[in-house]
């Protein structure tokens, strides 16, 4: 069963974050990683189960991003039940996403 991508805004992430697997992607619509990186997780979404795949955009939701300390593009956050457990900086391959999801 494939998962669905949707894109959420800082006031849902405390909300979503908080109960099971979320992997948020921190992005912004003029970086070209970041559109390149878009592709890469929908093709993971695919095949992976039991996890919640939000994208966030950086520069309209800044109380998030400082909340969480992102400091740049596209940056990926994995949290389990609340917790951070993984982030990922820079475009990254499918293979690295899905060992990381798969923890």
Not at 16 to 25: A, E, F, H, P, R
Not at 56 to 85: R, S, W
Request: with cysteine; hydrophobic share 40%.
């Amino acid at each position: 069963m494939a998962v669905i991508i949707r894109e959420i805004n800082g006031e849902e992430l405390d909300q979503l974050i908080s109960k099971g697997k979320v992997l948020v992607d921190f992005y912004s619509k003029v970086c070209g990683p970041c559109k390149m990186l878009s592709f890469v997780l929908k093709d993971v979404a695919k095949n992976v189960d039991d996890i919640e795949i939000v994208t966030l955009d950086f520069d309209q939701n800044k109380e998030a991003v400082n909340k969480y300390g992102v400091v740049g593009y596209p940056t990926l956050i994995l949290f389990n039940d609340g917790k951070e457990v993984d982030r990922l900086k820079g475009l990254q391959q499918k293979p690295i996403i899905q060992r990381m999801i798969e923890g």
